[in-house]
């Protein structure tokens, strides 16, 4: 205990100390904010490397709890930043007021500097993010899965409808006639499928505030379900949709996708 105290009344030593301990820090935000935002990629550019229902990890652990782990060390690096201005504060106030001679605009910078640096501290409890609802199933797609689907459907009925024609007009135009209707039949059969799929889609409604868990509860459908279908790790059942939607890059009406397939597929 007395060599404990002793060494923290060595100045110097403790100063060098906090100082390594700031570089470390320091480097591991960097790296940690690297390996982030160019190793452990999310949403489409995962996707279109990887596949889809792909998950990137390091040491068990994918980009969001490494995000944990860079606001973990941010803190640290705050408060012994902190400790490194305690310290120095003599030489701070010496240089501050070397700097700006007369008190009263060295007091109104010391206030705004205190107040912007506050804010930008806690500005993430105190603004609300803004709700944006996407139509596609991935933002930066300007045709939508379902309208693709439609237009692959019409050409296939299409080409079937003339090959049938060609094959058939030698024996009977009543077979012809009723190759048609079949063809016909179908897909007017498709057009009320994907028709009555679409008003279901829009019967669930899922905000942005709610969780994947809160929504499974709601509709009846299993979390593990609807997470595997936007894939996203179970894990993340808890956490706010608004959140997880600026990670892995769906829309709200996914989820709602998600929660109508199911309800299709189990009737």
């Known amino acids: 205990m007395n060599s404990l105290i002793k060494f923290c009344r060595d100045r110097a030593k403790l100063n060098l100390i906090i100082d390594i301990i700031l570089f470390v820090l320091l480097m591991a935000m960097a790296g940690i904010g690297f390996l982030i935002k160019y190793n452990l990629l999310s949403g489409e550019k995962r996707n279109a490397i990887y596949g889809e229902n792909i998950n990137l990890e390091l040491l068990g652990m994918d980009r969001h709890q490494w995000g944990t782990i ?50 930008l501290f806690v500005f993430a409890f105190v603004l609300e ?19 693709v689907l439609h237009e692959v459907l019409n050409n296939e009925v299409v080409n079937e409808a003339e090959v049938v024609s060609a094959k058939t007009s030698a024996v009977n135009s009543a077979k012809v006639t009723q190759q048609a209707e ?40 299993p979390s593990s379900y609807i997470c595997k279908e936007l894939g996203i790790s179970t894990s993340y059942q808890s956490e706010r949709l608004g959140r997880l939607r600026k990670r892995y890059n769906f829309s709200m009406s996914d989820v709602s996708r998600a929660i109508a397939k199911y309800k299709n ?3």
């Open 265 to 267: 597929d189990k009737v």
């Open 182 to 221: 079949v063809i016909h039949k179908t897909h007017s059969e498709h057009d009320e499928k994907q028709h009555r799929n679409q008003h279901t889609i829009e019967e669930y409604e899922v905000l942005g505030s709610q969780s994947i868990s809160y929504v499974a509860g709601k509709y009846g459908v």
């Open 70 to 119: 860079h606001l973990i060390v941010s803190i640290a690096f705050v408060i012994f930043i902190l400790l490194h201005i305690i310290f120095h504060w003599k030489m701070v106030v010496c240089f501050f007021k070397r700097l700006v001679p007369k008190r009263t605009p060295r007091i109104i910078f010391s206030v705004l500097i205190s107040v912007f640096g506050l804010f």
């Open 129 to 147: 993010p803004e709700q944006v609802q996407y139509g596609n199933l991935y933002r930066h797609r300007s045709v939508s899965t379902s309208d």
